[in-house]
């Protein structure tokens, strides 16, 4: 099966402009999440999908990122505007919600810099 | 909230010698996972492991979660260049999975 894909795979950004990241997960996993991963440290999560709602964004700075999955497949992840500790891997990971076992599966990752 | 640990940071070991690292949660935890992060790449499935005292095996790794259920520990032995990466906890309280702080593994030639 086809893995998590993630685009652009790198995005270089001023501080105060604006970003949009995509992820399309693996057919028919329900569960999304989107994890923001700073250089040196584990994948924090920013925000939990289960189809098209919302699970958990405790972690989300709402004022400046948001994040949406329309029709519960592909979602978005944007920052506006971006500050420069936004600096980060952020990765996509799906999972298949039916079962026990939530292995997450994740995406290569958009590593963004803000300069 | 809660929040997991690991320990070491960082662990340097001559290739053939063993390897832990320990994970703890400051709160009991339904289940737990652990990852694999290569350099450059993205986290990658190891095992999870859900029952207290739970040990399981994957060739030369060994996952085990405490009887509290709230630390885990992953042994390597007999450690390989191909073990470098960096090693992840991943804790599950109600709903949803905490990482741990990670462990980045050198193994040196």
């Known amino acids: 099966e086809a893995g998590v894909a993630q685009s652009p795979r790198y995005k270089i950004i001023e501080k105060r402009q604006s970003v949009a990241f995509w992820c399309n997960p693996i057919s028919g996993h329900a569960t999304l999440y989107w994890y923001q991963q700073i250089l040196g440290q584990g994948p924090k999560l920013l925000i939990q999908?289960?189809?098209?709602?919302?699970?958990?964004d405790s972690q989300l700075p709402k004022d400046r990122f948001s994040a949406e999955r329309l029709k519960g497949v592909d979602s978005t992840l944007k920052i506006q505007p971006a500050k420069l500790e936004d600096s980060a891997v952020y990765l996509c990971?799906?999972?298949?919600?039916?079962?026990?076992?939530?292995?997450?599966?994740f995406g290569p990752g958009t590593r963004l810099t803000v300069t | 909230g809660q929040q997991v640990m690991q320990i070491p940071q960082y662990q340097h070991v001559q290739e053939g010698e063993d390897f832990t690292t320990y994970c703890n949660s400051s709160t009991t935890l339904s289940n737990i996972q652990w990852y694999k992060q290569r350099p450059g790449g993205h986290p990658v499935f190891l095992i999870q492991l859900v029952k207290s005292g739970e040990v399981k095996k994957q060739k030369r790794l060994t996952f085990q979660f405490g009887e509290a259920k709230k630390n885990s520990s992953l042994h390597i032995t007999a450690t390989q260049t191909t073990d470098v990466g960096t090693y992840f906890c991943?804790?599950?309280?109600?709903?949803?999975?905490?990482f741990g702080t990670g462990t980045r593994l050198k193994v040196l030639a």
């Open positions: 990971a799906s999972s298949r919600a039916d079962r026990e076992l939530y292995e997450q599966y």
């Open positions: 999908f289960q189809n098209n709602g919302v699970v958990d």
């Open positions: 991943a804790g599950r309280g109600t709903y949803k999975y905490i």
